[in-house]
């Protein structure tokens, strides 16, 4: 199995940044994919991006509305995943949660983090 807890939501002004973490801890080694998505009130969870890692490169997608706004990346030592959010916008407001999908294809998802931005 595999456990997977972000942190680092919170209330921010339009234009601010966050970022978020993610911490992934079980059999790590099975995880084919770490991604991030969000779900705002009423609305579907959406993609927000994937991380691929095999052997020393990383392969990353991103959803359109936030491409060139949101960086992800990999600590492997520290088994985390980080979405930098940048230029954030009252549209990005939503929670965050970190997914890791095993080679097997079952998934893991932590509990969320929420991200605020208003004025």
């Known amino acids: 199995q595999v456990q997977v807890v972000e942190s680092g939501g919170g209330l921010v002004q339009p234009g601010g940044s966050l970022r978020l973490s993610c911490a992934a801890s079980g059999t790590i080694f099975s995880i084919a994919v770490m991604g991030w998505y969000r779900q705002a009130p009423g609305k579907q969870r959406e993609l927000v991006g994937t991380?691929?890692?095999?052997?020393?490169?990383?392969?990353?997608n991103y959803a359109d509305s936030v491409k060139g706004r949101f960086t992800i990346s990999r600590d492997n030592a520290k088994n985390s995943v980080y979405l930098q959010m940048n230029s954030l916008k009252p549209e990005d407001t939503a929670a965050y949660y970190c997914?890791?999908?095993?080679?097997?294809?079952?998934?893991?998802w932590g509990q969320g983090t929420q991200v605020t931005v208003s004025s």
């Open positions: 997914n890791a999908a095993l080679r097997d294809g079952v998934t893991y």
């Open positions: 991380i691929t890692s095999r052997g020393s490169l990383n392969f990353i």
